[in-house]
């Protein structure tokens, strides 16, 4: 069979090849929100905590955290969070542990910040 | 063996003269109970006398009184022996039901008073040797029958049905009369054997008339379309061993005479006379069950059914005189068989499943079939026994019905045999119209059994719903019955066959069981099939589903949830099938028969979900009242009015008559 | 009605899960699944239905959607377990022979977007024992195929080595 035709047909195949390989397009998917933990303030993980529409974030002492079951990848952290919160591209997030997508992130900012 | 049979026969008739006088004791239980015992054994009697009647081929002479107007002779034909057989099993049956449905009164003295001489005038009836004998026991049966159904004569429409029986019974009575009457004059002997002997020297013109008279007179008794509207007017008001009697037995006498006439006072008709014959049975056979189909009530839905059954009974005679007359005897012999063997079947199983519909009606209060439901777990004895009789009705192996109806199928299919290619096909077409009966009498009654007594409740009143002093043993004793009529087919085949001899002359005995116990219709070559052998099939193929059922048992213990309703809150009773909506496909597939007229109420036309409950209401149009009856009621009344000014109530008028009278006379007898 | 009082795990504790591990790899290449949604906008919904479209195609890797909880591996359930579909749940939750697993999809299932009130639970894991979660609103296709593929046991779950903290140290 001629090559053009054999590339062709390969090319054609708009299955993905998940999970031998991952789409290219899928890097634009929306994700959980990452974080800057040197740039997060108290005050500013409250504003976040407060407007996040999941319930997704939360401040216990100096730590940030964020259930990854709860976020809907609304972005609104993303806006709001300056440089601080970037999309983490991380959309595969299934787990059998519940307790596992609870993550932790130390707030930094705000101890370099509070020394002059 | 003469001897013995006619002792058995003044046994039985003695005994339910007895049991009739017995009765008026029974506004006491010890009455009821002394009279059902005689009227038992006078069935037992009867039974047996029967039995060894077809057997033995021959019976005995009695006579009663001499002289006037012929005496009453009575002569036990083989003819007769199964139906006396029939009579003799639902009498027993019957007496066995009697005294836990009826309950100690003075209504029920009378009944059973009634019912007894009833039963002794049908035997008389059946043994009847002269024509007068003949006319007045049928007579007198039909007046009994009459008062049987009048059992409730206060409640509402019990006195309408009664009527519309007693008047077609007496429509009927006439033709028959008439009939009677052209043979003995022609033949100018009131004696059955010697018009028999004589009636070949009869013009044929009076001979087929007094054939057709017959037939049509007969029919009003057997229920045949378009004379049959007295069967589910009568018999839901009667009592349900009323129902059964009538059912069981008195339409088959209609059938009984048709025969009488078709083989033994007229034998060798000429064709026509069978293809008429099957073409009122035919068309009896589709319509009764298509009129079943769409009925709600438990025992007008069985009266349909009897009519469906009578008109196969009667195809099968009909077919018989066909073929006999076209030099096939061995198939009309055969097809005799078949019919005397069907009338039997059909009296046991269709007795047993009106006996039953009066323990659901008497345990329920209903017999509205749409307000029964899930009874097999509230009357268990009787969801079995109404089980055998609806799998024999059904025509399904191995019980009775699927015998007969097969042995039927069989006969009609050798149409081809005939040299007349236009009788093969109207054979063929009567066959596909007893087809097409047998696939509905199936649909019918999976429709009869399940929505009564499977699923859930419908009513309270089925809900709670109780087996206790029920009568089971007589409906016990027919299902038996059914049971060995089936599976012990070709020994009661063997009896038929003697009685065909004695009746058409031939012996098909070797062309009907072969030595395997196998029955083939009169041609060895055709067919062949073994009722015994299919029973002990089936029962030893069941062992089949039960061992893999138990080798398939799960080795761990297993969880059982709850079936899986796609996860609603409860099953309702209204979510159900009911019997309107069951026979829908019929309904609409045969709405030009029907002509429903269908009405459809709301509470008000809001949007689906708040508009209340909706009203349905389906009726079909009765096309024979409103276009036989009803016209030939006007015209009889148009002419009763033109004869009114007759008799005018004016004495001078009168006067007027007897002298125009005399003077007529006068000028007669002087000239 | 609260998860526990259902549970056929009994007291073999970690044994059982160990035991309902190897009982879904069994499944690995056929596994039926059935969707029951309690209350869901549907969205999760359109992406469950999108994995039978050609892109995305379950069967290529043995799974199989069927509408009968009796011949059900998975229980895929979405929503926020809306009390009156409590009946529903339970129902196809006992209607489905073990050994069997539940997956609660999306972020409202997960115990997002609606606290528990007088109306819903609020997370799919109050009513049945949930063994995967899959977050997202909705999530992808692709998340459902990863999840799915977990259950089965033929890829490891991402998120439990996945740090959000950009300047971690080691990361960046």
């Known amino acids: 069979m001629a090559f053009w035709f054999y590339r062709g047909l390969r090319r054609g195949i708009a299955t993905t090849r998940y999970p031998d390989k991952l789409d290219p397009w899928a890097r634009a998917l929306p994700s959980a929100p990452s974080f800057h933990s040197a740039h997060l303030t108290s005050e500013l993980v409250d504003r976040l905590s407060e407007m996040c529409p999941a319930g997704a974030l939360a401040r216990v002492d100096r730590e940030l955290v964020v259930d990854l079951g709860r976020c809907s990848a609304c972005g609104r952290c993303l806006d709001a969070g300056g440089g601080a919160v970037q999309p983490s591209g991380e959309f595969l997030l299934a787990s059998a542990d519940r307790a596992a997508l609870v993550k932790r992130v130390p707030i930094r900012g705000e101890a370099r910040h509070g020394r002059q | ?671 | 009605m609260v998860a526990n009082e259902l549970q056929p795990r009994g007291d073999l504790g970690e044994l059982s899960v160990e035991l309902r591990r190897r009982a879904l790899r069994l499944f690995g290449r056929s596994l039926h699944i059935r969707t029951v949604d309690t209350g869901s906008c549907a969205v999760c919904e359109s992406e469950i239905r999108l994995l039978a479209a050609p892109h995305y195609d379950l069967h290529r890797l043995g799974f199989f959607f069927t509408p009968a909880p009796r011949h059900a591996d998975l229980l895929m359930v979405t929503g926020p377990a809306v009390r009156a579909a409590d009946n529903l749940l339970l129902k196809a939750y006992q209607a489905t022979p073990d050994p069997k697993a539940v997956i609660a999809v999306g972020a409202c299932a997960l115990g997002g977007v609606y606290p528990e009130d007088a109306l819903i639970h609020g997370a799919i894991d109050r009513v049945v024992p949930v063994d995967v979660f899959v977050p997202g609103c909705p999530p992808s296709p692709l998340a459902l195929l990863q999840g799915l593929l977990v259950t089965v046991g033929r890829l490891e779950d991402r998120v439990t080595a996945l740090s959000l903290d950009l300047d971690a140290e080691g990361a960046g």
């Open chain 2, 1 to 671: 063996m003469t001897d013995a049979i006619g002792a058995l026969a003044v046994t039985a008739a003695g005994a339910w003269l007895a049991a009739a006088i017995a009765a008026l004791a029974a506004t006491r239980r010890i009455g009821l109970l002394a009279s059902c015992l005689l009227s038992g054994l006078g069935g037992a009697a009867a039974c047996t006398g029967g039995v060894l009647l077809a057997v033995h081929g021959a019976g005995p002479t009695l006579s009663l009184g001499t002289g006037t107007v012929g005496g009453a002779h009575f002569h036990l034909a083989p003819l007769a022996a199964p139906f006396i057989a029939l009579l003799g099993l639902v009498a027993g049956a019957i007496a066995l039901y009697c005294p836990r449905y009826h309950a100690p009164a003075r209504g029920t003295a009378v009944y059973l008073g009634v019912y007894n001489l009833a039963l002794l005038s049908s035997l008389a009836l059946l043994i009847a040797a002269n024509v007068v004998a003949f006319l007045v026991a049928w007579e007198t049966m039909a007046l009994l029958c009459y008062l049987m159904i009048l059992r409730h004569h206060d409640r509402a429409g019990v006195a309408d049905s009664a009527f519309l029986f007693i008047a077609l019974s007496e429509v009927g009575f006439v033709l028959i009369v008439l009939a009677f009457a052209i043979l003995a004059t022609r033949t100018g002997s009131l004696d059955l054997a010697t018009i028999a002997a004589r009636a070949s020297r009869v013009h044929a013109g009076w001979r087929s008339a007094a054939f057709l008279l017959a037939l049509f007179g007969f029919a009003f008794k057997a229920g045949l379309v378009p004379f049959h509207i007295w069967l589910p007017a009568a018999h839901p008001v009667a009592p349900a061993d009323g129902s059964a009697f009538l059912s069981g037995l008195i339409i088959k006498l209609g059938v009984y005479g048709v025969a009488l006439f078709g083989f033994t006072l007229l034998p060798g008709g000429p064709a026509w006379w069978g293809l008429v014959t099957m073409g009122f049975g035919a068309i009896s056979a589709v319509l009764g069950i298509l009129y079943a189909l769409m009925e709600r009530d438990l025992k007008r839905f069985l009266a349909y059914s009897s009519i469906e059954n009578v008109g196969i009974i009667v195809t099968a005679l009909g077919a018989a005189l066909t073929f006999t007359a076209y030099g096939q005897r061995a198939i009309g012999a055969f097809l005799l068989i078949v019919a005397l063997y069907h009338t039997v079947n059909h009296g046991t199983y269709k007795t047993l499943l009106f006996l039953e519909a009066g323990v659901i009606e008497h345990t329920t209060g209903t017999r509205d079939l749409d307000r029964l439901g899930g009874l097999i777990r509230r009357l268990p004895r009787t969801a079995v026994i109404f089980l055998i009789g609806t799998v024999a009705i059904a025509a399904l192996p191995p019980l009775n019905g699927f015998v007969s109806e097969w042995m039927l199928f069989q006969g009609l299919f050798q149409g081809f045999r005939i040299s007349s290619h236009l009788v093969g096909i109207l054979i063929v077409i009567a066959g596909a119209l007893i087809a097409l009966t047998g696939g509905l009498a199936i649909n019918a009654f999976a429709r009869a059994y399940g929505i009564p007594f499977l699923g859930m409740p419908r009513s309270g009143q089925a809900a709670h719903a109780s087996e206790s002093h029920q009568p089971v043993s007589g409906p016990a004793l027919l299902a038996g019955a059914c049971v060995f009529l089936g599976i012990g087919a070709p020994l009661v085949l063997t009896a038929l066959d003697r009685v065909a001899r004695a009746t058409a002359g031939i012996d098909i005995h070797a062309s009907l069981i072969v030595p395997q116990l196998g029955v083939i219709p009169a041609h060895t070559k055709f067919s062949e099939f073994s009722p015994t052998y299919l029973a002990a099939f089936m029962l030893a193929i069941s062992a089949v589903p039960i061992l893999i059922y138990l080798a398939g048992r799960p080795l761990a213990r297993s969880r059982r949830p709850p079936v899986w309703d796609g996860g609603i809150l409860a099953f309702r009773p209204r979510m159900q099938y009911t019997a309107t909506t069951d026979a829908n496909p019929i309904r609409v597939t045969f709405e030009p028969l029907y002509r429903p007229t269908v009405h459809v109420e709301r509470a008000s036309d809001d949007p689906a979900g708040r508009s209340g409950p909706v009203h349905y209401r389906f009726r079909v149009t009765p096309i024979f009242e409103k276009y036989l009856y009803r016209p030939v009621i006007r015209l009889v009344e148009t002419l009763a009015n033109l004869a009114r000014p007759i008799q005018s109530g004016d004495v001078n008028l009168y006067l007027f008559y007897v002298f125009v009278v005399v003077v007529i006379a006068y000028a007669v007898y002087a000239s």
